[in-house]
């Protein structure tokens, strides 16, 4: 079972080469059903909990959910979705010690919340017994890899976007999370957009003061990936970080007419100097997130590819969308083959664009942008639009 960690940074960074220096095994583990059609990468994937301690600046701890390439990898040992789900269960108090009573009384009012939605008890328990691909603390791999933080949607979890970032660390990521601050807010129709997404942005930013102490992440360019209301967050966090190589929405807020006025708070904020590579996939078939893209198109000093994905529904850029087949009933029987398919673009585009601008410049600085076959296989069930600095 998954047991919380605190986990020590390591030495140098010289100890270890960066990762396009490494010669990585032969792929010998089997993508988990539940990743779909996407191929694994060349890593297993290990995965650790730690709790980032509260400061004077900071007085609330933080749970830390990372995931990382290994080469080890125990079938027995292997994480369930449920174990991700009792995460939840230690949230608000990270430093606890592991008690399986606690995990188990998280799942089950997940999976009570799942049955009160509609979805069939027998779906509802083959997604949370589904296997994963994750070795809870298995050895990193020698080398150096670059790191991606995802910023959460909102009164979403580690487990939201786990069955992503296993993908992600199986390509050769570090890939690091908090629970959304929304977490600790009863649930509501109201939120401070700008608040919100400036705490979570901060929350971020400790993340990633944590993870530079690991000589084994590489944090010279660093990817944000954002979903809903984290996209915002994500988007707060790139303005301030120079070292931000790549910023990615998944449905995000930035592209979408709720809340649209959130930046007013800002009155420095100049949008045309923006220039870290963007990357918005979204849908058209959600009644409530409906996109706008006046913000992105102000960005005119920064390379914004959009993609949309149709048949898409909000919700499937989550662990939801992997799910919409192997559990039916997680989304409308109408729509489960079209969100499980756009997850899985949504998956591979992601992974694509990051190797474009983050793994690629690492070596080669100067490297122009991703074109749309570097981004899109033939056969993607997706529609891409490239915007260069200066358009539209």
């Not at 949230?91 to 995990?103: L, W």
């Not at 944000?224 to 994500?234: D, E, K, M, Q, T």
């Not at 914004?304 to 909000?314: F, L, Q, T």
């Amino acid at each position: 079972m998954l047991a919380l960690v605190l986990v020590a940074g390591c030495n140098s960074a010289s100890r270890f080469a960066p990762s396009y220096l490494l010669v990585p095994p032969q792929p010998f583990i089997t993508a988990p059903p539940i990743w779909g059609p996407v191929e694994a990468g060349h890593w297993s994937v290990g995965m650790r909990v730690q709790a980032i301690a509260a400061t004077p600046e900071d007085p609330s701890a933080l749970q830390l959910t990372v995931w990382y390439p290994t080469r080890e990898s125990d079938a027995a040992t292997r994480l369930h979705y449920r174990d991700y789900v009792g995460l939840m269960g230690f949230e608000s108090e990270p430093e606890t010690p592991r008690d399986e009573a606690r995990a188990t009384q998280a799942v089950t009012l997940y999976e009570q919340q799942l049955i009160d939605l509609g979805v069939p008890e027998e779906s509802t328990a083959a997604w949370l017994d589904t296997p994963m691909t994750a070795t809870p603390h298995a050895p990193p791999a020698p080398g150096r890899f670059p790191l991606v933080l995802v910023a959460q949607g909102r009164h979403h979890s580690a487990h939201h976007q786990a069955v992503l970032a296993e993908y992600l660390a199986s390509h050769g990521y570090v890939v690091a999370t908090t629970p959304s601050p929304t977490r600790a807010e009863p649930p509501g129709p109201l939120v401070d957009v700008l608040a919100t997404a400036r705490r979570q942005a901060r929350e971020l930013e400790r993340a990633l003061r944590v993870l530079r102490a690991d000589a084994r992440i590489d944090t010279s360019r660093v990817a944000v990936i954002g979903h809903s209301l984290g996209a915002r967050a994500a988007f707060l966090f790139a303005l301030a970080h120079p070292e931000a190589g790549a910023l990615v929405s998944l449905d995000g807020g930035i592209g979408t007419r709720r809340g649209k006025e959130w930046l007013k708070g800002l009155p420095d904020f100049q949008p045309e100097r923006v220039q870290v590579p963007l990357l918005h996939l979204f849908q058209e078939d959600d009644a409530v997130v409906v996109p706008d893209f006046e913000l992105l198109e102000s960005l005119r000093g920064a390379h914004r590819w959009m993609v949309r994905i149709p048949g898409m529904r909000h919700v499937g850029f989550t662990s939801v969308g992997a799910a919409a087949t192997l559990a039916p009933g997680v989304v409308s029987a109408e729509t489960a083959k079209a969100v499980a398919r756009g997850w899985a673009t949504t998956a591979d585009v992601t992974r694509r664009f990051l190797d474009a601008t983050v793994r690629r410049r690492l070596v080669r600085p100067t490297a122009p942008p991703p074109s749309a076959s570097a981004l899109l296989t033939p056969d993607a069930d997706a529609l891409l639009e490239h915007w260069e600095p200066g358009q539209p």
